[in-house]
């Protein structure tokens, strides 16, 4: 029995008259007779009763009926959520982001507008380390990460850069350079000389090197190497160990929200060529389905925060 077999039986049943069906089937008559024929034949039970004006149910044909319809019914939104997964329309997404990269407000924007752009697609979140992050995009195990700096960059990967923001330094709150910045008005830059002597709490290899090799090599730069007080993983581990006062971290602006009464963040001075990347990345030749519906909620998500930013810089 194939399901060519239910569909012309529903249609016989529902117009009562073979030659109608038919007609509806788009196929001859005579075919279609047969093809009932040998429906019946391999149910062992006679499914109408033929009389001279057409046909009708017999009582195994209306049992037979809740059924063929049911399966085809079943079929058709199979058929049609099948469909939408073409489309992109249902599916699993996965998606990995750093601890910083979930920390800025874009994030959760993005996900948000994703959600209700797409509510058939279903988010599955990981939190990692940039390296994490791109080794799991480029064995498939996510379909796309937020990260700050690339750790590695693997030629079947793509890594955009969708905003950028500046770096902070994080200070204990009772740490003498907080004290003294807070009684200026307006709060003035710190110089990397400045943090020469400080402990910086890293987050370095096999995480994220990428962000703080560029702030390492900026301080050697200016003549200098920064005793390093601590290497962590994570970025939220580190601004925990700034709150205990373990030493000093580097962090995105959106960061700034974390341990608000016991870290106090301070601009680097302008003349300090340091900024914080959100990079997008994906596999080149994968940006469909889904994920593709989601890379383009993340381009027009930056695209409306760059402008916001603007704005702002205008007023």
């Known amino acids: 029995m194939e399901l060519r077999h239910l569909r012309y039986f529903l249609a016989v049943a529902e117009t009562g008259h073979m030659t109608r069906a038919a007609e509806r089937l788009g196929i001859q008559q005579p075919p279609l007779s047969l093809q009932i024929k040998a429906l019946e034949k391999a149910l062992g039970v006679a499914l109408f009763h033929r009389h001279p004006k057409g046909v009708s149910l017999s009582d195994a044909g209306r049992l037979f009926e809740v059924e063929a319809r049911r399966l085809v019914d079943d079929m058709a939104a199979m058929e049609q959520r099948m469909a939408r997964v073409a489309r992109g329309e249902l599916g699993v997404l996965n998606v990995g982001f750093t601890s910083s990269a979930a920390a800025h407000a874009f994030t959760p924007e993005a996900l948000r507008a994703c959600r209700r752009a797409w509510p058939g697609i279903s988010l599955s979140i990981r939190e990692d380390h940039a390296a994490g992050i791109t080794e799991a995009v480029a064995t ?6 937020l990260i700050r700096v690339p750790v590695s960059q693997p030629e079947h990967l793509s890594f955009e850069v969708l905003l950028c923001e500046p770096l902070l330094v994080a200070l204990p709150l009772d740490h003498p350079l907080a004290r003294e910045r807070h009684r200026a008005r307006p709060v003035r830059g710190l110089a990397l000389a400045e943090l020469r002597h400080e402990g910086l709490v890293l987050v370095r290899q096999p995480g994220a090197p990428g962000l703080y090799a560029n702030l390492l090599a900026l301080c050697e730069a200016h003549g200098f190497r920064p005793r390093i ?28 929200g974390v341990h608000p009464n016991a870290v106090v963040y301070l601009p680097l001075a302008d003349d300090i060529p340091l900024d914080a990347p959100l990079t997008l ?34 007023a």
Do not use: W
């Not at 498939?140 to 990460?145: I, V």
């Not at 205990?244 to 959106?254: F, T």
């Not at 890379?295 to 925060?305: G, M, N, Y």
């Open 229 to 256: 007080a601590a290497e962590v993983e994570r970025m939220g581990t580190s601004l925990n160990l700034v709150a205990a006062g373990a030493g000093i971290a580097v962090v995105p602006a959106s960061m700034r």
């Open 281 to 314: 990345v994906y596999r080149s030749a994968d940006a469909s389905g889904p994920a593709a519906h989601f890379l383009k909620i993340l381009r027009d998500t930056a695209r409306k925060a760059q402008a916001r930013a603007r704005r702002g810089q205008g």
């Open 140 to 145: 498939g195990r996510l379909h796309c990460g």
